[in-house]
């Protein structure tokens, strides 16, 4: 990968000098949709959504990841196991975790096929690719790949850009932290071709002890745009390498100022942690896009997608049973070994592959009236093996032995419908109409308990319809209804039996809204209230091959209210704001606390709890004053721009687990950011900008994420011999680990474009 960015490097610096002679298109209208994003919503579908411009993407991006981009969105909680935003990140937006937030990139499916997570780790600097970021909140729009049951993001990588250009970031931050990122960008080429290339190296030690990360990625597209057709390649190339972080900081220290930083990960091995306790992991993905015109009002479009993944993490794991890893134990002449100390790696090796096609139909001249017609078809090929490289003790089978094996083989497809119609000249209406069919086969357990090839098949259907209705010139209102399924992910699988699988999960959207749009200001209030039927969440249990996993909840709600607001309170200053008020509650919660004593399991019955990891208010602030501005001159040489942004957030508090438990909570926080944007024109190429950051400038101390397991004891206080471990009362403990987020941090990136 390295020397394919080497190579990259210098083929960008290249390109421009070929791209002089390229003829300039006058008439680009072809190119406004070169893909068609059937996944994607506009003006007029009643679907709360937030766009983010390539304009505001350059003014915003660093070293972070996306999900630090988005995080001043409504409803949009943003966390880090490295404490710094670079590495494993995530994101839940209205409670709901990564897995059920669905991402697609040109409409093509990006969580993962059995985990449904998104590892945004993967494809480092992607946002630096993007020309628009689309968040919707709730079911959303008919998608390809996962259910959406929080959110739909929808990344757009298809923009051409008729003029050559080409250009470089650096940039240098705390903890460590660079990134070098390099673009070039032929333009048309006899008003028909096009060549884009992007190549990005992010380097940080992160916040955590030892939480480095070393990330490259690149992306290569070529496209052509005929009168009637176009054309698009993607290569989107990853990879990682990082320090494990992923056990949180422990309870016992996280409000230690020197120990707030300690990462367990590779201290089971003698004297200084493992330095090779990583994570290493590649994916590439190949993407193609076909858009042919039929006639004035039809158009399809046809697209390909394979996606290969390989790769690792690596564990230096102590005092390991040799029965745990199918082995025998250790004869001697004197003694019997039965446990030994071992370096695993778990890898994977997974193919994802298929197609997705749209038909389009406009029904006329000002293209808000549209009539689709879409799917996809998906296979993921994926294949789960570990492997023990170093072991303290010969284990008989040599270097390398493969302690497991197993594979699995997942089917996904969906068609769907859609209808955007006006109604007279104030109204408008939406249907949306999606079949959804996914067959599982994996290596699990039969109903004897024993390993045995296992399929699952689900069926679903999900409705979606709305309306729009203008009162007024400013006032506008709207209203939504969906259905959406969601099957159980690879855990919840292959970890029960026929008898204890857990049921797909469903959910029921309603959204209400309003805006109120002005010259100078506008407003919108959405109000939403998601109600689930066999949501999956964790209480503990243990089912009947053994595994703690998730089961389904009869019934649990989200209701809420997201509000959104712009005033330009004069030509230099510009005020926004929003905040989500919600109360999140499963009605009725059964939790299954271990007994270490008894080795059996109590049952404690709850009334109303609150939903885990949703907080009830969550809330962002903005300030951008406009210091300096020459560009409005047009006699200026050198046009000058200084603007200063300010940010807070607050996030309310958050439960760590379904019992509303206040001994192991995320307390609410606040923090505030600070951002200067500094460009001048014409001084070196086109443009050079400078951004200035402090991030947390308050140096505030606080927690984005953790986990909790709860048990009792009598006998036994777990507390001088693990630092995760808290007493709660009596005789009940709990194990906790804590994400704290970095305090006061600095970046400082240069960009210049040519």
């Keep these: 990968m390295t020397s394919v960015i080497r190579f990259f490097l210098v083929f960008l610096w290249i390109t421009p000098l070929f791209s002089q002679t390229a003829d300039s298109l006058t008439d680009v209208s072809r190119l406004s949709e070169v893909v068609i994003q059937a996944t994607r919503v506009g003006h007029g579908i009643p679907v709360p959504h937030t766009n983010l411009k390539e304009a505001e993407i350059k003014k915003r991006l660093q070293a972070q990841d996306l999900p630090y981009l988005l995080s001043g969105f409504p409803s949009v909680v943003e966390s880090s196991d490295a404490g710094a935003g670079i590495g494993y990140t995530g994101m839940r937006v209205r409670g709901s975790d990564p897995t059920r937030v669905n991402v697609t990139i040109n409409g093509i499916p990006l969580n993962d096929a059995e985990s449904q997570g998104v590892f945004w780790v993967d494809l480092p600097d992607l946002a630096a690719s993007a020309s628009e970021i689309q968040v919707q909140r709730g079911v959303g729009s008919s998608t390809n790949g996962a259910g959406a049951f929080g959110a739909t993001v929808n990344i757009d990588l298809s923009k051409i850009d008729p003029e050559p250009s080409a250009g470089v970031s650096l940039s240098l931050g705390s903890f460590g932290t660079k990134r070098v990122s390099v673009q070039s960008n032929t333009g048309l080429l006899n008003k028909k071709w096009s060549f884009t290339g992007r190549a990005s190296v992010i380097q940080s030690d992160g916040f955590i002890d030892r939480a480095s990360a070393d990330l490259q990625s690149m992306h290569l597209k070529a496209a052509y745009s005929g009168d009637r057709h176009t ?25 230690h100022p020197e120990l707030r930083t300690f990462n367990s990960a590779g201290t089971e091995s003698p004297g200084e942690p493992y330095k090779d306790e990583v994570d290493h992991y590649t994916q590439n993905h190949w993407l193609a896009h ?33 029965e745990n890893y199918g082995l025998n134990a250790l004869e001697l002449p004197d003694t019997q070994i039965v446990e030994t100390d071992l370096i695993r790696r778990r890898w994977l090796d997974n193919h994802f592959y298929g197609g997705t096609f749209v038909l389009k139909r406009r029904l006329n001249q000002s293209n808000q009236d549209l009539f689709l017609l879409g799917g996809a078809v998906s296979r993921y090929d994926g294949r789960h093996f570990g492997e023990i490289i170093w072991s303290e003790w010969l284990l008989g089978q040599g270097k390398d032995f493969r302690y497991y094996d197993n594979s ?47 399929n699952v098949g689900h069926l679903f259907f999900n409705p979606k319809l709305g309306f729009t209705l203008n009162l007024s010139k400013f006032w506008e209102t709207y209203g939504f209804a969906g259905v959406a399924h969601r099957e159980p992910n690879r855990d919840d699988y292959v970890q029960s039996s026929p008898a204890s699988r857990p049921k797909p999960e469903r959910l029921y959207d309603l959204e209400l809204g309003a805006k109120w749009m002005h010259d100078h200001a506008n407003f919108s209030a959405n109000l939403y209230y998601m109600r689930y039927k066999d949501q999956l969440v964790l209480d503990g249990g243990i089912n009947d091959v053994g595994a703690y996993i998730r089961t389904n909840v009869a019934d649990s709600h989200r209701l809420g209210l997201e509000l959104e607001g712009q005033v330009q309170v004069s030509p230099s200053l510009l005020f926004s704001a ?26 404690v019955q709850y009334g109303s709890t609150d939903l885990s990891f949703s907080p009830s208010i969550v809330s962002n602030a903005e300030l951008q004053w406009q210091v300096l501005n020459t560009e409005k001159n047009g006699a200026e040489k050198h046009p000058l721009s200084l603007t200063c942004h300010i940010r807070g957030k607050y996030v309310g508090k958050q439960y760590l687990d379904n019992t509303s438990n206040e001994a192991a909570v995320l307390p609410g926080y606040f923090y505030s950011d600070v951002r200067l944007n500094f460009t001048v024109g014409n001084l070196l190429g086109k443009e050079i900008g400078l951004i200035i950051s402090c991030n947390n400038w308050l140096n505030k101390k606080y927690e984005a994420n953790g986990w909790v397991y709860r048990f009792i004891s009598q006998q036994y206080d777990p507390r001088p011999d693990d630092p995760y471990a808290k007493l709660e009362s009596g005789s009940t403990y709990h194990l906790a680990g804590y994400f704290p987020q970095a305090g006061r941090t600095w970046m400082l990136t240069c960009k210049v474009d040519f």
Excluded: C
Aim: net charge neutral; aromatic share 14%; no cysteine.
């Design 578 to 603: 929003n905040a989500a008020i919600s109360r999140n509650k499963i009605n009725g919660f059964l939790a299954f606390v271990d007994d270490w004593d008894t080795g059996e399991q109590q049952v």
């Design 290 to 322: 076909y858009k042919l015109q039929l006639n004035p009002v039809w158009q399809v479009q046809l697209n390909g997608h394979y996606t290969r993944g390989f790769g690792y993490y690596e564990q230096y794991k102590a005092d390991q049973h040799f």
């Design 408 to 454: 699995a083989d997942k089917l996904d497809a969906n068609l769907f419908v859609k209808l955007q119609k006006s109604i007279g000249q104030q109204a408008g209406g939406y249907i949306d109409l999606q079949i959804r069919r996914v067959t599982y086969q994996f290596s699990g357990f039969n109903q004897e308990l024993l390993p045995a090839p296992q």
């Design 231 to 255: 054309m698009q390649l993607h290569l989107l190339s990853g990879r990682e390498i990082t320090y494990q972080a992923w056990n949180g900081v422990p309870a016992q220290f996280i409000n």
